[in-house]
């Protein structure tokens, strides 16, 4: 009688292992998310995470990313010329959503956006411009890089250890991302502030 208890719990606990493997879920932000196995992708290196391909463009917006801030405020009833000098450096570069690592996505975007677009800028320290202040106002000079807002569509694939390869059920992999996407292209801009 013991050994036939025994031997339950154990078919119960194999049967619990089984169903864990054909249908796991992963933590999403609403809770689990059901996942499906595939044969992995090619393009999908062996080690654990997840792994991405952008596919499609759904939107690239121009956007003006800040390296540093200067402002010249005038308190005279003339107008006067200011100097803005950039004397901070920062780095901007491509990085999509949060732990998803996207094969190729600079190429991708060079290619499907713009070719001004680089992985990776790094502003310069030193740059001036000059501009007039008109009287009893501000001017504000923001240095940094051209850059795009990229929206796209890309196949997400989960490598586990256990197993192989995985996709999200509700849509198969195929999931909207985001990136920043930098220019080579470096400048100020002057406005009213």
């Known amino acids: 009688m013991f050994v036939r208890r025994v031997a339950v719990v154990a078919g119960l606990a194999v049967a619990t292992v089984v169903m864990s493997v054909i249908s796991p879920a992963v933590a999403g932000a609403g809770g689990a998310v059901r996942v499906v196995e595939i044969p992995c992708p090619g393009w999908v290196p062996g080690g654990v995470g997840v792994w991405g391909q952008a596919e499609s463009v759904i939107s690239a917006n121009s956007t003006?990313?800040?390296?540093?801030?200067?402002?010249?405020?005038?308190?005279?009833?003339?107008?006067?010329?200011?100097?803005?000098?950039?004397?901070?450096?920062?780095?901007?570069?491509?990085?999509?959503?949060?732990?998803?690592?996207?094969?190729?996505?600079?190429?991708?975007?060079?290619?499907?956006?713009?070719?001004t677009i680089t992985s990776s800028t790094t502003t310069s320290i030193g740059v001036s411009t000059t501009g007039t202040v008109p009287p009893h106002s501000r001017v504000v000079g923001d240095y940094g890089v051209e850059a795009y807002e990229v929206t796209f569509m890309g196949y997400e694939v989960i490598r586990r250890s256990i197993g192989g390869c995985w996709v999200r059920e509700d849509t198969m992999g195929h999931n909207v991302s985001y990136t920043p996407a930098p220019t080579y292209i470096q400048g100020w801009r002057l406005r009213q502030g």
């Open 64 to 115: 003006f990313m800040v390296a540093d801030s200067r402002v010249v405020v005038n308190d005279l009833d003339t107008p006067v010329t200011a100097t803005f000098t950039a004397q901070e450096s920062r780095t901007f570069s491509i990085g999509a959503t949060s732990g998803v690592s996207f094969t190729n996505l600079f190429g991708f975007l060079n290619i499907n956006v713009s070719s």
